[in-house]
């Protein structure tokens, strides 16, 4: 579970900030995939 929770604030949330679940859109969601594999895999 911290190992989640690490990721969720390290990767996820400053990536996303503040965006609405209504504002979401699919290129957020690759922006974030983009990013989280470039730092966790790397």
Do not use: C
Request: proline fraction near 5%.
């Amino acid at each position: 579970m911290e190992q989640r929770e690490s990721r969720l604030n390290a990767h996820i949330l400053p990536t996303i900030g503040g965006v609405p679940v209504a504002k979401w859109r699919v290129e957020r969601s690759r922006l974030v995939m983009e990013k989280g594999a470039k730092t966790i895999f790397s």
